[in-house]
């Protein structure tokens, strides 16, 4: 048996990120939905994805898009009912594709029954479930909320909330919450999940001095550096109940540091989270020195301890690629070969297989406290308006070129960019050395990116041109391209040259 085929599914996966409220509605209230998602499986199942990631779901005030939550074990009316989700699960599972939900263990909704007994009286069975304090030290949150506590007139107190204040965090040093929390995925793992993308797990364990940092000072929010050990024995046990379940369930962890060594620990020694984000790449424009210093620093860190890496270059939280790349359709075309065949697993977020752009957002169209809601538009479905929504004003804006760039035109279109991602992800399954294959960097201008990937006998190269102009990449034996960015050479013998922004797959020329 290979080491590819004994390897965990998720280790040789893509993972297609959907936010459930912009993909697809299907009841004409300009809300996406599940029922949504439903039809359009076969676009996911016809683009080569793995698995699909659903943001939240579940019960919300949506003070922040679902992050709130004040009922884990429901889905929220916006998005449809727990037959929903069953029939979208057996569904995915009937092509092929994975079923991950977003667990949320830092913070509930101030609306969740459980926060509302906590704050009913000082001796409530469920005091102890939140954080309180008679006095705030100077912890800031995130979200532009200032402190990151806030005055309950009622009972006298500070309640910690490290996000907003309709976010009250959870005390998980008290055992009932992770009685409780555990309960939360054993409902969800029994329904038949296949995993869990775990949201800022890093956050779960405060400092027990509650003593004041002076990176608040700045007003940094403790969210971006807090880095507790306690965080890990409540992974770790989350980790014991995941392992427990048949079919090989899998946690991936949001650890927002920025330090690949720091956020190395959250594997554990194997008892931890299967995957952790890296999110150094969605900071990074599109320029060779910091690609390389990253990919360089991933493979420092986790090569040697067996941990196994994850690429992932925009989300519902951060600009598009295209739009950080300066609008160049080109150059998210070469990125989506890096991300596609690196060493890792990497993650897609809704619409880049498509070329979209952020949309523009005015005062008048804003929703998001945080400023995140370009990134978060309207999945353009149709060439004509309204694009596939019809019914209901979507709740965002569609993003630029939504007629050009809607699935519909692309379909079928020859080089278009999703037919560039059915080609990636399919020569991607097709090559071992690229999804379960070592990594190399090979010597090459400074401009150029180039790596080997190989498994056995396996073997592929890939070249990245991130400047405007060509550049001359000879090398020895006879290569034959097998994906091109720019569809330029496809199935041809390579030339020796790379074009301005291409990047491309080489395999042996057999024979």
């Known amino acids: 048996m290979s080491e590819s085929s004994q390897a965990p599914w998720w280790k040789g996966a893509t993972i297609y990120q959907i936010y459930p409220r912009s993909f697809a509605d299907s009841n004409g209230d300009g809300i996406g939905d599940l029922n949504g998602v439903l039809r359009h499986l076969d676009h996911l199942q016809q683009l080569g994805v793995d698995a699909l990631w659903l943001s939240p779901i579940f019960r919300s005030p949506m003070a922040d898009a679902g992050y709130d939550i004040s009922d884990y074990c429901d889905i929220d009316p916006l998005f449809g009912s727990l037959a929903d989700i069953d029939r ?127 990176r608040c000072q700045t007003g940094q929010p403790l969210s971006d550096f807090n880095d507790q050990p306690y965080s890990h024995e409540v992974l770790r046990g989350l980790r014991r109940l995941v392992d427990s379940y048949p079919g090989d369930r899998m946690l991936v962890g949001e650890v927002n540091i920025r330090s690949t060594e720091r956020v190395l620990q959250y594997y554990g020694a194997g008892d931890e989270l299967h995957l952790a984000f890296n999110f150094n790449p969605l900071d990074a424009p599109w320029d060779p020195v910091l690609f390389r210093t990253c990919i360089r620093e991933v493979e420092h860190w986790l090569q040697p301890s067996g941990a196994w890496p994850t690429w992932v270059l925009s989300n519902h939280d951060n600009v ?51 400023g995140r809601d370009g990134c978060r538009a309207p999945i353009p479905w149709q060439a004509e308006p309204p694009h596939g929504w019809s019914g209901a004003e979507p709740w965002l804006p569609f993003p630029p070129e939504a007629d050009e760039l809607a699935a519909e035109r692309q379909t079928g279109a ?55 102009h060509s550049h001359a990449y000879p090398h020895a034996g006879a290569w034959q391209v097998e994906v091109a960015s720019d569809g330029v050479g496809e199935g041809e013998p390579y030339s020796g040259t790379l074009n301005s922004l291409q990047a491309v797959i080489l395999r042996p020329t057999e024979g």
Not at 102 to 131: A, C, G, L, M, Q
Not at 327 to 346: F, K
């Open 88 to 214: 979208l699960i057996a569904e995915a599972h009937a092509r092929g594709i994975r079923v991950l939900l977003d667990f949320v263990p830092n913070h509930t909704s101030d609306e969740h029954p459980w926060f509302v007994e906590s704050r009913s009286s000082r001796d409530n069975p469920k005091r102890d479930w939140y954080i309180w304090r008679d006095q705030p030290n100077n912890w800031r949150a995130a979200l532009g909320a200032g402190s990151a506590w806030t005055w309950d007139e009622h009972t006298q107190q500070y309640y910690l909330h490290l996000f907003l204040a309709k976010q009250p965090d959870l005390n998980w040093r008290n055992p009932e919450v992770v009685a409780a929390m555990h309960d939360v995925l054993c409902f969800w793992l029994d329904r038949g999940v296949d995993g869990f993308r775990i949201d800022v797990i890093h956050c779960t364990g405060k400092d027990p001095s509650f003593a004041d940092d002076p």
């Open 320 to 370: 598009r690629q295209r739009s950080r790349y300066r609008g160049s359709e080109q150059a998210a075309r070469a990125a989506a070969v890096l991300l596609l065949t690196l060493r890792g697993t990497p993650f897609i977020y809704q619409g880049e297989e498509l070329g979209l752009e952020d949309a523009l957002i005015t005062a008048d169209t804003r929703v998001d406290p945080g």
């Open 414 to 468: 020859a080089n278009s960019v999703l037919a560039l991602y059915q080609r990636l992800l399919a020569a991607r399954k097709a090559s071992p050395a690229l999804h379960h294959g070592s990594f190399e960097e090979l010597p090459s201008h400074p401009e150029v990116l180039v790596y080997r990937r190989q498994l056995g006998n396996d073997c592929r190269l890939v070249c990245i041109n991130f400047a405007e």
